[in-house]
């Protein structure tokens, strides 16, 4: 089929605006032209069924469908599904998984870019950095997170955050997202200054928005929170958080604008890595609105790939994470519309409503007036938190049920995943909109994978996320292959497999 300026207009006015842009993408793959930029994008626990949702939000939240789903319409854009397992489990966490991109071998669930025997891969950062190339990494959390961490770190525990952002300054030229404590001599356990590194080595350090958006070209180090970015429904929420937050797409651009001139072309990471933590809380609206925000991020880009159609771009997820759906609800289902347009009324996370509900203590002690006056106190404190945080008013099984889990930690649901106050709150709710969660941790699902540009016709059908390393290599002309090991040799290594797992299951 032809494709033509007048023939996307027709098919998506979503990516009307983005004409040029794709068409030049088309031509450059179809001369098997060798790209000279590499963005990979990546929906940090991305479900296969989130992205249906995403195209449903969007349509009511912004009057538009997204980007991504229009991609996914166009003949040019090549699809792939990829089998993200790691070493020694079906479900990856995301070091693993990145690392797995990032060397071409499947490592252990919390480690990045080292084998069990302690062999250290080299990862894709570096080499592309060894070619004169330039490297970038955004994310929406603590930038030496796992995501990011597996394209330019190696470490036998991802949890050493401290040890893989001193990695990041002799590799990176753009690094942006949160987490300064591990940046702060006073929080590190070396009492390294590496702030000071960084500026020493050349870099901008930009430690709000507004530096972000005055910062000249160069270098630039970026950290906007002590930990992850909040949550972009809380941004929205907040007027002094828009203030001081910077949205993923003015990262992003942010990046683009200072790799774009770099001689030999760059490799940039680009994460959207709150989708995996609202997912593991069953928050459904924060999710959503990281997806929109990661979709601007997107559009951003392939505006970029107008005036460089010399970039391959590949975007994806690393692993499923609770696998939402939105189920039919009504007769003959519906009520399902209905229902999910409710998603539109949330103001704020689960993590932003959890202050409002108050400690445990709260609401296991028995309370001056007596348990029938102090459980009807809890449950009047639960009914409001929720009516204000979401415009929903619980059923009075609904609030006891909530008020139960506030006060037992446990014992409320046969779900031993979703037996959690996120997990019932996500039940809870979804009652009124229809979203359900299979748990509250990854799942082996195959990811899916979009690619346009020079290269991306390599990427293609069912996939192994090992896969990708040879192809990048292959693109950016090097030859380097890192050693791996097979699921039998890993038995020689059980101490391995069993040590340095996360303590906190964001994974």
């Known amino acids: 089929m032809t494709l033509n300026r007048r023939n996307l207009l027709r098919w998506t006015g979503v990516l009307a605006p983005l004409a040029g842009g794709i068409e030049q993408l088309e031509a450059a793959e179809r001369r098997k032209d060798q790209p000279r930029n590499i963005i990979w994008m990546v929906t940090d626990g991305m479900s296969p069924g989130v992205l249906p949702l995403?195209?449903?939000f969007s349509r009511i939240a912004r009057g538009k469908g997204s980007v991504w789903y229009a991609l996914g319409q166009r003949p040019e854009t090549r699809h792939a599904l990829m089998d993200m397992s790691s070493l020694e489990s079906m479900v990856t966490d995301s070091s693993s998984a990145s690392s797995s991109w990032g060397s071409g071998s499947r490592i252990l669930n919390g480690w990045v870019n080292m084998l069990p025997d302690g062999t250290a891969l080299t990862p894709i950062g570096v080499l592309a950095r060894d070619t004169k190339k330039r490297v970038g990494l955004v994310t929406t959390t603590t930038v030496s997170h796992a995501t990011p961490a597996g394209f330019a770190a190696v470490s036998k525990r991802r949890d050493d955050e401290a040890g893989i952002a001193a990695q990041y300054l002799n590799v990176c030229d753009v690094v942006l997202g949160g987490g300064t404590p591990f940046f702060d001599p006073g929080v590190r356990a070396d009492h390294r200054d590496l702030l000071a590194d960084y500026r020493k080595a050349g870099f901008q350090v930009a430690l709000s928005r507004d530096e972000l958006?005055?910062?000249r070209d160069g270098r630039?180090?970026?950290?906007?929170?002590?930990s992850h970015l909040p949550y972009t429904i809380d941004v929205r929420n907040d007027k002094a958080l828009t203030a001081a937050i910077p949205a993923l797409a003015e990262m992003t651009q942010a990046a683009l604008d200072r790799l774009a001139s770099s001689p030999q072309g760059f490799l940039l990471q680009?994460?959207?890595g709150r989708?995996?933590?609202?997912?593991?809380?069953?928050?459904?609206?924060a999710l959503l609105w990281e997806m929109l925000a990661f979709d601007d991020a997107l559009a951003a880009v392939l505006r970029f790939c107008e005036k460089h159609p010399d970039t391959l771009l590949v975007i994806t997820t690393d692993h499923g994470n609770a696998?939402?759906?939105l189920n039919g609800t009504g007769t003959e289902y519906g009520d399902s519309n209905p229902s999910f347009q409710r998603l539109l009324q949330a103001r704020c996370s689960y993590t932003a409503l959890t202050p409002m509900l108050g400690s445990r203590a709260e609401y296991s002690m028995s309370g001056a007036g007596g348990e029938d006056t102090h459980s009807q106190v809890a449950a009047n404190r639960i009914r409001e938190a929720v009516r204000t945080a979401f415009s929903l008013d619980l059923s009075a099984a609904e609030i006891d049920a909530m008020r139960k889990i506030a006060a037992q930690g446990h014992g409320?649901?046969?779900?031993?995943?979703l037996d959690k106050i996120v997990g019932i709150l996500g039940q809870a709710v979804g009652n009124h909109t229809g979203i359900g969660w299979t748990g509250t941790s990854h799942t082996s699902d195959f990811t899916m994978l979009l690619a346009l540009g020079p290269g991306s016709g390599r990427f293609h059908g069912f996939m192994k996320n090992t896969d990708a390393f040879p192809i990048l290599c292959e693109l950016m002309d090097i030859r380097h292959r890192n050693p791996s090991m097979s699921p039998e040799r890993l038995k020689d290594f059980p101490k391995a497999a069993a040590a340095n797992r996360p303590q906190i299951h964001w994974a």
């Open 412 to 417: 409320v649901s046969l779900s031993r995943q």
């Open 275 to 285: 989708v995996d933590h609202a997912a593991h809380n069953n928050d459904a609206a």
């Open 213 to 215: 958006l005055a910062a």
């Open 323 to 325: 696998n939402p759906g």
């Open 54 to 56: 995403t195209e449903q």
């Open 270 to 272: 680009i994460e959207g």
């Open 220 to 226: 630039l180090l970026g950290l906007f929170s002590k």
